[in-house]
């Protein structure tokens, strides 16, 4: 088999594919829901004074109210819960359609109490549909213990398997930029670098944000380094078709190396 590195070179901005192209390559996320959840509440009071308020209603359908100031929105929506490990819980929903749908995704340890929420949404300028996540935290039991961000990743390169044909691998660099390359799949010679931000969950385990300037994709996940696993999803907007791009996805992974810097590398 050869992959991007064998045959691929270079390729210019313009002819990238569209983001749909990694939908079927990805395929379903294989990981099993958990029932856990259902007939329990989650109620947070995040660090910029918004209130939100989640009603498990059964391990696949979930209430939500939202209260900005005196702004009160809310709705119901189908999830997903993935126990990725014990008492630590990736949720998953989508609220609205088109232009205004969010893609919401929390992790919520419930051994700790500290929860963080990702929100992905759209913005339109320019003509061009674009895509921004927005981040807060929160702790259940109102300890003051919240996920800190991490270099933790730093110097590491990691091969993801997202499926028999999809791999890719990651380059972190520093605290908010990170190298990725499409080995094999849909975007095979497809690289980048983009911003990113890590935060610590637990002994190897950490949610990893991505924004990709090129294509409109934000990704949030959980990269368990332990479990050599990762879990999360992609939302981006497909321009050609006109609508958001929902991407679930799990992917076994291996660390290929870590870089190390010589001794001299602080001095001048």
Request: a negative charge.
């Amino acid at each position: 088999d050869m992959t991007s590195a064998d045959i691929q070179d270079y390729i210019p901005e313009d002819q990238w594919p569209p983001v749909s192209a990694m939908l079927e390559g990805f395929g379903d996320q294989t990981l099993p829901a958990s029932p856990a959840l259902a007939g329990t509440t989650l109620s947070l009071l995040n660090e910029n004074g918004a209130e939100a308020g989640y009603v498990f209603d059964d391990e696949s359908s979930l209430a939500w109210t939202l209260r900005r100031g005196e702004v009160l929105t809310s709705g119901t929506a189908g999830y997903k819960a993935i126990e990725a490990r014990p008492g630590i819980f990736i949720i998953d929903f989508i609220r609205g359609e088109g232009p205004a749908a969010e893609n919401v995704t929390i992790i919520a340890d419930r051994n700790t109490g500290a929860t963080t929420t990702g929100v992905s949404r759209f913005a339109t300028g320019d003509g061009r549909t674009r895509s921004t996540t927005d981040f807060s935290q929160a702790n259940t039991g109102g300890s003051p213990i919240r996920h800190e961000r991490s270099t933790a990743l730093v110097g590491k390169r990691i091969y993801y398997r997202y499926s028999d044909v999809e791999t890719y691998e990651h380059i972190y660099l520093n605290a908010g930029t990170f190298t990725w390359n499409c080995v094999r799949g849909g975007e095979a010679g497809l690289a980048d670098t983009d911003r990113c931000m890590t935060w610590e969950v637990a002994d190897d385990l950490f949610i990893f944000f991505w924004t990709e300037k090129v294509m409109c994709v934000e990704a949030v996940l959980l990269v368990d380094l332990r479990e050599q696993r990762s879990i999360g999803r992609m939302f981006g907007w497909d321009d050609p078709a006109g609508e958001p791009v929902i991407l679930p996805f799990n992917s076994r992974l291996s660390v290929l190396n870590t870089t190390e810097y010589p001794q001299d590398f602080q001095k001048h």
